[in-house]
T-cell receptor
């Protein structure tokens, strides 16, 4: 089955700097890669996702890149703000049907220092 | 829309007790799942359902049962609670072509 590894486990940046979180996956059939943000005491919230037919996707200060050959994908946050502080999870799945379950990485705790 | 609603938010059980964690969604989503979250372990899939009447096991199913009698509800039953089941439990749902929506979680402590 799928295995998703996520690095680093903790990341501290200064406000205004960029943050990059990287994930690798094992199942070459995986084709859907979402990123979730989890604030303290809340459930994970989808912030951006990418399908395997796309190499990059952007949404304002957030971008995700995917390298299918190397089986890794990354989350890029630019111009970080204190409200970006949270735990971020990557996940992978074969999208659709009973194989559409998400397999999560273990999370990255991002701290943005003002 | 309320999205995905989980009850209770907090629960303390004694070892050996049973209980049901409730999950309801009002988005007419086909797929529903239960995950548990433990420190340093990320989110691990317990059980999932691809539609009413259909359920299957995930990565860590032992000690849990589920049923899906309606599209809206997907309860998780702990048969005989153990301290190892102390965790935060999240229910999630999705429709084909979209990402999962998570509930706010149930924090369970087994003493």
């Amino acid at each position: 089955g799928e295995n998703v590894e996520q690095h680093p486990s903790t990341l501290s940046v200064q406000e205004g700097d960029s943050a990059v979180i990287k994930c690798t996956y094992s199942d070459s059939a995986s084709n859907y890669f979402p990123w979730y943000k989890q604030e303290l005491g809340k459930g994970p919230q989808l912030i951006i996702d990418i399908r395997s037919n796309v190499g990059e996707k952007k949404d304002q200060r957030i971008a995700v890149t995917l390298n299918k050959t190397a089986k890794h994908f990354s989350l890029h946050i630019t111009e970080t703000q204190p409200e970006d502080s949270a735990v971020y999870f990557c996940a992978g799945s074969r999208y659709g049907g009973s194989q559409g379950n998400l397999i999560f990485g273990k999370g990255t705790k991002l701290s943005v220092k003002p | 829309n309320a999205g995905v609603t989980q009850t209770p938010k907090f629960q303390v059980l004694k070892t050996g007790q049973s209980m049901t964690l409730q999950c309801a969604q009002d988005m007419n989503h086909e797929y529903m799942s239960w995950y548990r979250q433990d420190p340093g372990m990320g989110l691990r899939l317990i059980h999932y359902s691809v539609g009413a009447g259909i359920t299957d096991q995930g990565e860590v199913p032992n000690g849990y049962n589920v049923s899906r009698s309606t599209t809206e509800d997907f309860p998780l039953r702990l048969l005989s609670a153990a301290p190892s089941q102390t965790s935060v439990y999240f229910c999630a749902s999705r429709q084909t072509g979209f990402g999962y929506t998570f509930g706010s979680g149930t924090r369970l402590t087994v003493v």
